[in-house]
């Protein structure tokens, strides 16, 4: 039976692909250079952090973290997450988020669903609360196994007793530290194929029996579709 279950947010949580994005989107802008760079390796957590922000300020010199909580209230809930962590809270069993997006958003979340544990990237801040330019990196993007084999560590829970959901190549790490790795509305092949189980419908409580089912191993083997 599984004690812990660590869940993507953006796009799988949330019903937005970015956090990040929905910032800049409220802007009419983005970051584009910023994630070309990213994705070519030549920059890292910390100075695309600081491009997010330098786009945002363009438009908000002043931005401040309340700023930030208005424009991400509106980030919708995905259809069906309630029920499903409804079910895992009946089930008694833990719950965490590990996202590389926003942290304002993902404590929105965690307080919406009643979900235990919220780790995801914030902002230093001055004494008025606006934005200073420099991060918080809590979940570098590419070392999200590092961060829950600590977080199960931590715990006292081992891989075995662990869960894990979430859409994109990033979340594939989570699976492998995991007795189950649901794949949501999965971005790619690569995210189907790290994964035990895979969602494609919107609804987020579809996961549900595949957390609750025993170990993996008694599962038909590969991954299954609902």
Not at 62 to 68: E, H, P, Y
Not at 122 to 136: A, K, S, V
Not at 145 to 161: F, M, N, T, W, Y
Request: charged share 30%; net charge negative; glycine share 10%.
């Amino acid at each position: 039976m599984r004690k812990l279950v660590a869940f993507d947010m953006d796009g799988t949580l949330v019903d937005v692909k970015s956090s990040w994005a929905a910032v800049h989107d409220h802007f009419g802008d983005h970051n584009e250079e910023g994630v070309r760079l990213f994705n070519a390796g030549k920059i890292g957590d910390e100075e695309f952090l600081k491009r997010d922000i330098a786009v945002w300020w363009k438009h908000a010199p002043d931005i401040a973290i309340d700023d930030l909580e208005a424009i991400l209230a509106t980030v919708p809930l995905m259809p069906g997450a309630v029920e499903l962590l409804a079910g895992l809270h009946k089930a008694h069993i833990r719950t965490a988020i590990v996202s590389g997006g926003i942290d304002v958003l993902a404590k929105r979340v965690g307080r919406e669903l009643g979900i235990d544990i919220v780790l995801a990237n914030g902002f230093r801040m001055d004494r008025n609360g606006r934005l200073t330019g420099e991060g918080i990196i809590r979940v570098p993007i590419r070392e999200k196994e590092r961060v829950l084999a600590k977080l199960q560590a931590d715990l006292g829970i081992s891989p075995r007793e662990t869960g894990s959901v979430g859409n994109s190549e990033i979340d594939v790490g989570m699976f492998r530290r995991s007795s189950v790795g649901v794949a949501f509305l999965p971005e790619d092949d690569v995210v189907r194929k790290g994964a035990t189980n895979i969602v494609e419908e919107k609804d987020l409580a579809r996961v549900l029996p595949f957390l609750l089912a025993g170990d993996v191993a008694e599962l038909p083997p590969g991954p299954q579709d609902f």
